[in-house]
Nanobody
Framework: QVQLVESGGGLVQAGVSLRLSCAAS????????MAWFRQAPGTGRNFVAA????????YYADSIKGRFTISRDNAKSTVYLQMNSLKPEDTAIYFC??????????????????WGQGTQVTVSS
């Protein structure tokens, strides 16, 4: 079992930056790939970014490429999502996910087993 806890969300104005964190606990002896998804009101959960267990490989959704950066600190069992130049359309609940068989190209929610509770990001114009 793996537990994930996201933090760092909030209400910000367009154009600013925000960094989300996702702390893993439980079975962290094995290092799994991790991903960020987001869900806006009335929509499904959409892929944002993923990172391999070593951190050497990353993959991004086209909608955020160049503005968001995923990274990880395995010593702290934590994954980060640095979000720059935020836009109102980035408003959503952001979730982190991990899976023993996860891969950076797994862009569907059902491909990830463990999820955090989410953190709300609201960007005002």
């Amino acid at each position: 079992q793996v537990q994930l806890v996201e933090s760092g969300g909030g209400l910000v104005q367009a154009g600013v930056s925000l960094r989300l964190s996702c702390a893993a606990s439980g079975r962290t002896d094995s290092v799994y790939a991790m991903a960020w998804f987001r869900q806006a009101p009335g929509t499904g959960r959409n892929f944002v970014a993923a990172i391999s267990g070593s951190g050497s490989t990353t993959y991004y959704a086209d909608s955020i490429k160049g503005r968001f950066t995923i990274s990880r600190d395995n010593a702290k069992s934590t994954v980060y999502l640095q979000m720059n130049s935020l836009k109102p359309e980035d408003t959503a609940i952001y979730f982190c996910a991990t899976d023993q068989y996860g891969g950076t190209r797994n862009i569907l929610p059902q491909q990830w087993k463990y999820w955090g509770q989410g953190t709300q990001v609201t960007v005002s114009s």
